[in-house]
C-alpha cells in the first residue's frame, strides 16, 4: 500500500507539472501570445526546468523571522494537500476508506494553519495581511462547501466518496442540481485563493500576500500545494458531479476540462472586492446551499 500511494505522489507531482505549462499555454493563448514553446517539443521541458532553477536559488532567511513556522508551514501545506489524495476511490489497494467525505473536510479545514503560519512567522506587515485574509476567506467559504457535501451524502447515505460513483452510473448528479454545482465550483475557487477571489495574493496591494518573504524551495512548496490542490478538487468535482469510474480514461477527461476551468477564469475573470467575497460567501451560497440541504432532507425522508 506504501509502495502504491508512493507511485501515486510521483504522479500527482507531474501532473502538478503539467498543469503549470498548460495553465502558462492556456493563458498565453487568452492574451493572444505563445505560451512556453522552446524548451523541448511544444516547451514540454519548461516546467522542469523551472522547478530547478527555483530550488538551485539560494534560499533567503528574514533575519525578524519565528524561524521554524517560516520553515514548515510550506512543508506542511504540501503534506496536507498530498494526503488528500488517499480519499480517493481507486480499486487497487489504496487507503480509500468509508468516511472518506469526513477526511477530505478534516484535512481541508488544517489547510488554514500553514496560510496563518507561513503568514505570521515571516515578520512582514505584508505576508500577515494576505494571511489573515486568506484564512477568512477559507473559513468562510468552507461552510458551503461542507453544505453542500452534506445534500450529496444525504442523497448517497453514505460518506465514501465509491458511493458518488456508484450513484451516477445511469445520471451525473450535475443534471440534477446545476445551481448547487455552480456554488461549488465558486466555492472551490475562493478555498483554493484562485483568480477572481486571489485576495490572498493581491499584487497590486499586498505584494504577494503570506508568501511575499518566500523565496526558492519555500515558494516551490507552497506553488506546488496550490497546483496539487486543484488537481485534487479538480477530482473531488468530477466524482461529485460528473460520475465516472476512477480508472478509466473518461474520468481523467473530465478532471482536465475542471481543471481548464479554473485556468479559464484567471485569465478571464477581474478580482472582486474583498467585501463582496465575504457578502457573497455569507448572503448568498450559504442561503442556497442551506436551502438544498432542507430539500434534500425533506426528498430522502419521502424517499423512504
Not at 492574451?31 to 523551472?50: A, H
Amino acid at each position: 500500500m506504501v509502495v502504491s500511494y508512493l507511485m501515486l505522489m510521483v504522479c500527482v507531482l507531474v501532473g502538478v507539472a503539467f498543469v503549470t505549462l498548460l495553465e502558462r499555454k492556456i493563458l498565453g493563448y487568452i492574451q493572444i501570445r505563445k505560451g512556453p514553446n522552446k524548451l523541448g517539443i511544444l516547451g514540454l521541458l519548461q516546467p522542469f526546468s523551472d522547478a530547478v532553477k527555483l530550488f538551485v536559488k539560494e534560499q533567503s532567511m528574514p533575519m525578524m523571522s519565528n524561524f521554524l513556522p517560516y520553515y514548515l508551514s510550506p512543508v506542511f501545506s504540501l503534506f496536507i494537500a498530498l494526503i488528500l489524495w488517499g480519499v480517493m476511490p481507486y480499486e487497487v489497494g489504496l487507503i480509500s476508506f468509508d468516511t472518506s467525505v469526513l477526511f477530505f473536510l478534516c484535512c481541508l479545514s488544517l489547510g488554514v494553519y500553514p496560510l496563518m503560519g507561513a503568514g505570521w512567522s515571516s515578520n512582514c506587515k505584508y505576508s500577515l495581511l494576505g494571511s489573515l485574509r486568506a484564512v477568512a476567506q477559507t473559513i468562510s467559504y468552507e461552510v458551503s462547501l461542507a453544505l453542500i457535501l452534506l445534500s450529496y451524502i444525504f442523497l448517497t447515505g453514505s460518506f465514501s466518496f465509491g458511493a458518488f460513483e456508484m450513484y451516477q452510473e445511469d445520471m451525473w448528479f450535475f443534471w440534477l442540481t446545476i445551481p448547487l454545482s455552480m456554488v461549488w465550483l465558486g466555492s472551490c475557487l475562493a478555498e483554493m485563493n484562485r483568480t477572481p477571489f486571489d485576495f490572498a495574493e493581491g499584487e497590486s496591494e499586498l505584494v504577494s500576500g503570506f508568501n511575499t518573504e518566500y523565496s526558492s524551495g519555500g515558494f516551490v512548496l507552497i506553488f506546488m500545494a496550490e497546483y496539487v490542490s486543484i488537481l485534487f478538487m479538480s477530482g473531488v468535482s468530477t466524482l461529485l458531479f460528473l460520475g465516472g469510474d476512477t480508472l478509466s480514461l473518461m474520468f481523467y477527461m473530465k478532471l482536465v476540462t475542471t481543471s481548464f476551468l479554473f485556468i479559464w477564469t484567471r485569465g478571464t475573470l477581474p478580482r472582486l472586492r474583498y467585501d463582496k467575497l465575504m457578502y457573497m460567501a455569507w448572503k448568498s451560497f450559504l442561503p442556497l446551499s442551506l436551502n438544498f440541504l432542507v430539500f434534500f432532507m425533506g426528498l430522502k425522508s419521502i424517499l423512504i
